[in-house]
């Protein structure tokens, strides 16, 4: 089975470098134009077979999957467990902003995302634990000759990329990142359960 990993294209709020969780942004140009060359290029490197078409249900991921869905005739399924990790208070704001006003709190959780959470924010735990107990759904209930596109968010791919693809969730600051309007592609083997990187888009 493979695993299409999309990031979201870009916002305004991403262009002007703000922490955004669960704020509900919209795409903006540019976001919609990477999305729509990202889509060429999943075309061509990859045969799409019986595939499932899975988003975050934050509009700009779901504007998003709606876009490749338009090429691929397939219409996404709104997943709440696909949602980036939420910021809380720290929502909308930059670096620089919170650095001003709660410097101690943001650097316990730079040091520990994983039990640290964002004021009224989540853990990294807490987005863990929600995405690998729907990742596993998945995993047991779909037929295996198949591809599935998830279109996510920076966080959920790093987790992703650290906890299932290297072995080691506390990797999730070492992993290279996903872009917005980027994706990945993955391999499942069932008997060995384990995934392989097989390409970057």
């Given at each position: 089975?493979?695993?299409?990993?999309?990031?979201?294209?870009?916002?305004?709020?991403?262009?002007?470098?703000?922490?955004?969780?669960?704020?509900?942004?919209?795409?903006?140009?540019?976001?919609?134009?990477?999305?729509?060359?990202?889509?060429?290029?999943?075309?061509?490197?990859?045969?799409?077979?019986?595939?499932?078409?899975?988003?975050?249900?934050?509009?700009?991921?779901?504007?998003?999957?709606?876009?490749?869905?338009?090429?691929?005739?397939?219409?996404?399924?709104?997943?709440?467990?696909?949602?980036?990790?939420?910021?809380?208070?720290?929502?909308?704001?930059?670096?620089?902003?919170?650095?001003?006003?709660?410097?101690?709190?943001?650097?316990?959780?730079?040091?520990?995302?994983?039990?640290?959470?964002?004021?009224?924010?989540?853990?990294?735990?807490?987005?863990?634990?929600?995405?690998?107990?729907?990742?596993?759904?998945?995993?047991?209930?779909?037929?295996?000759n198949k591809t599935i596109i998830m279109v996510s968010?920076?966080?959920?791919?790093?987790?992703?990329?650290?906890?299932?693809?290297?072995?080691?969730?506390k990797e999730f600051w070492n992993v290279e990142g996903?872009?917005?309007?980027?994706?990945?592609?993955?391999?499942?083997?069932?008997?060995?359960?384990?995934?392989?990187?097989?390409?970057?888009?």
């Amino acid at each position: 089975m493979k695993i299409v990993l999309v990031r979201h294209g870009e916002t305004n709020e991403n262009a002007a470098h703000c922490y955004l969780g669960h704020f509900d942004a919209e795409l903006n140009d540019n976001g919609r134009k990477q999305l729509s060359l990202f889509t060429e290029k999943l075309k061509q490197v990859t045969p799409i077979d019986s595939p499932s078409l899975y988003s975050s249900d934050l509009s700009r991921a779901m504007e998003s999957a709606q876009i490749i869905g338009g090429e691929i005739q397939l219409r996404p399924v709104s997943e709440f467990p696909l949602r980036e990790l939420n910021f809380g208070d720290w929502e909308g704001k930059t670096y620089d902003d919170i650095f001003l006003q709660d410097q101690k709190h943001l650097e316990m959780w730079i040091q520990d995302p994983f039990t640290v959470a964002p004021p009224n924010g989540e853990t990294l735990q807490q987005l863990g634990k929600r995405f690998d107990d729907w990742l596993d759904h998945q995993l047991l209930n779909i037929n295996q000759n198949k591809t599935i596109i998830m279109v996510s968010h920076g966080g959920p791919i790093r987790w992703f990329l650290s906890k299932w693809v290297k072995g080691d969730a506390k990797e999730f600051w070492n992993v290279e990142g996903v872009g917005h309007g980027k994706g990945i592609i993955v391999d499942f083997n069932e008997q060995k359960k384990m995934f392989t990187l097989l390409n970057k888009l």
